[in-house]
């Protein structure tokens, strides 16, 4: 299948400082990503949907200013955790589609924890 | 509204079949996938169905009924490395993926 990069898949930083995650569609076009924050045991929860050369839409709950998500070209979008807490801890996941009714393909995930 | 329903844990044994089924209540309705994920990792995808019946994989099958709202995914030899969680999530009318909370898998030997 295809791949899709997901880049740091650690990171701890200090509180009150800034994250980027940056996810990439190795061999296909993402014309659509996902990004996802997953506590433990829980299930994915979608926090926006980015299609490329546009703003990208969030979902209710999630503040656009905290979690800032650039979809600049068809292979690369990344999410930027600002002035990251403690409660942002949790793992993060891209993933990313090349059409609207193909799978979707997940990056490995990034474990953020902040200190 | 939409949602999507799967048992939270089930059991089984090396060796054996397991089945595990999803419900989903969705605005339209453009497929149903199933993946696996391994604690700490992203999950990887297992099937894709559209169209009613049985979809074969080696020793993963997927099932739906689109008129019944409902898919199972069937594992059999069951091994160790099968332990994990399995994600059911329909596309809507949108395309949007809607996804099920995850069955976590135990596999004894």
């Known amino acids: 299948g295809a791949v899709v990069s997901q880049h740091p898949s650690r990171v701890i930083c200090k509180s009150g400082t800034s994250v980027k995650i940056e996810c990439r569609s190795l061999?296909?076009?993402?014309?659509?990503m996902f990004w996802y924050r997953q506590f433990p045991k829980k299930s994915l929860m979608l926090m926006a949907t980015?299609?490329?050369?546009?703003?990208?839409?969030?979902e209710q709950g999630v503040e656009k200013d905290k979690f800032l998500i650039n979809h600049a070209s068809l292979t690369l979008s990344t999410l930027t955790v600002t002035s990251a807490h403690p409660e942002d801890s949790s793992f993060y996941i891209c993933?990313?589609?090349?059409?609207?009714?193909?799978?979707?393909?997940f990056g490995q995930g990034t474990r953020l924890t902040v200190v | 509204g939409q949602n999507i329903d799967q048992p939270t844990e089930m059991t089984a044994t090396e060796g054996a079949i397991v089945q595990i089924n999803c419900t989903y209540q969705?605005?339209?309705?453009?497929?149903l996938f199933w993946y696996q994920q391994h604690a700490g990792e992203a999950p990887t995808f297992l099937s894709y169905?559209?169209l009613d019946g049985l979809e074969e994989k080696g020793r993963f099958s997927s099932f739906l009924s689109r008129s019944k709202g409902y898919s199972y995914l069937l594992l059999k030899e069951l091994q160790m490395k099968d332990s994990a969680s399995y994600l059911c999530?329909?596309?809507?009318?949108?395309?949007?993926?809607?996804w099920g909370a995850g069955t976590k898998l135990i596999i004894k030997p």
């Open positions: 061999d296909f076009q993402a014309t659509t």
């Open positions: 993933s990313a589609r090349g059409g609207t009714d193909t799978e979707a393909f």
């Open positions: 999530a329909a596309l809507d009318s949108n395309y949007q993926l809607i």
């Open positions: 169905n559209v």
């Open positions: 980015s299609n490329e050369g546009s703003k990208a839409t969030y």
């Open positions: 969705t605005s339209g309705f453009n497929g």
